[in-house]
């Protein structure tokens, strides 16, 4: 076998894994529960805090002010600044 018909065996493997998983409902839907959750309670509010990290709420302008109030403390603890 050649390293591309090893790929493409690879790849079609995974295509007829995806296929049962489409062909089962339940796990399908359990699937697409499972994702949803994760999106809308995980990754959401996680890009939603750190979007608010780099932007003032007051002005909407791209800002680095909450990081270097968390920083400059602990550069002067270190003797950095």
Known sequence: ???TSVKRSSQWRRWQELRLIG????LAT????VIAFVF?????P????????????????????????KVTP????CGGG
């Open 74 to 77: 602990f550069l002067r603890y």
């Open 46 to 69: 996680l890009a939603t805090v750190i979007s608010q990290g780099f932007f003032d709420l007051a002005t909407g302008q791209f800002s680095l002010q909450y990081f270097s109030n």
């Open 23 to 26: 062909q089962d409902p339940v």
């Open 40 to 44: 809308l309670f995980v990754a959401l």
């Open 1 to 3: 076998m050649t390293a």
């Open 30 to 33: 359990g699937l697409i529960t």
